[in-house]
């Protein structure tokens, strides 16, 4: 989970449609109001704006394979019947974690107000898996209610997603130590760094584990002593560090 900015109400979500959505909602409940034609559209580019085109609680990226785009409301619907479709409540999420949510009330990590890397960490003994770091059981709640750290669904994902990097890493600091500094190692390292920023899936176990992982340690050694790490490179590992998590 990565901090989001919420971005400006769309346009079409007006104080008079919200009033006459909110209107139709106490009418008929089972009324998906949030779907209206009037402002479905607008409403999902927003919100996938906001997030990057990802869950905003596991990561995944929405919109492919079988992860479509729902809205999760983030304070529940059934129980605050007036924020149904107030811009403020509204999270672009996948249907694993909008299922698991569900009416929940436990206090949880708002995306857009709250900073999540002072709530979660990552295990050390297990790379994948998330680990509550604050007192007030927030970080707890956030991991049992989303079920953050659910093996199949999310802690395989991400996995995979780094193994894929790793073997990459592996690769360049092979290369770097039998042929020396080449110009399109450096420009392989940086994709690997881009695939860890917050548009990415997954991006603060990923950012996480690159910065604590011996082998791109060991490239950047390369690259300082040979005077290549350039201020391309030191920006993005700066808006790497801003989205990981402490190792706990």
């Not at 009037?38 to 394979?65: F, Q, T």
């Not at 007192?135 to 995979?160: C, F, H, K, W, Y």
């Not at 917050?198 to 005077?227: F, G, Q, V």
Request: charged share 40%; net charge neutral.
């Amino acid at each position: 989970m990565i901090k989001l900015e919420r971005g400006k109400r769309p346009k079409e979500l007006t104080d008079e449609v919200c009033e006459e959505l909110k209107r139709l909602y106490a009418e008929d409940n089972d009324k998906a109001v949030w779907n209206s034609p009037k402002i479905k559209k607008s409403l999902k580019e927003a919100m996938l704006d906001m997030s990057h085109g990802k869950c905003s609680y596991c990561e995944c990226r929405l919109e492919i394979e079988s992860k479509d785009v729902t809205i999760d409301h983030f304070l529940p619907k059934s129980k605050n019947p007036d924020e149904v479709v107030n811009w403020e409540n509204l999270f672009p999420s996948c249907l694993r974690c909008n299922r698991k949510k569900n009416n929940r009330e436990e206090k949880i990590i708002n995306p857009c107000e709250n900073k999540p890397r002072e709530y979660l960490g990552i295990r050390k003994v297990n790379r994948y898996r998330f680990k509550a770091i604050d007192s007030a059981g927030i970080g707890e709640n956030t991991i049992e209610v989303i079920g953050l750290n659910d093996i199949q669904r999310v802690m395989v994902p991400r996995m995979q997603e780094w193994e894929l990097l790793k073997e990459r890493l592996i690769d360049i600091e092979a290369d770097l130590k039998e042929e020396g500094f080449k110009k399109k190692y450096k420009n392989k390292l940086r994709r690997i760094m881009e695939d860890c920023l917050p548009d990415m899936s997954y991006s603060a176990t990923k950012a996480t584990n690159l910065l604590n992982d011996d082998t791109y340690n060991e490239i950047k050694n390369i690259l300082l002593e040979s005077d290549q790490w350039t201020v391309d490179l030191k920006k993005l590992e700066e808006d790497i560090e801003h989205i990981a998590l402490r190792l706990v």
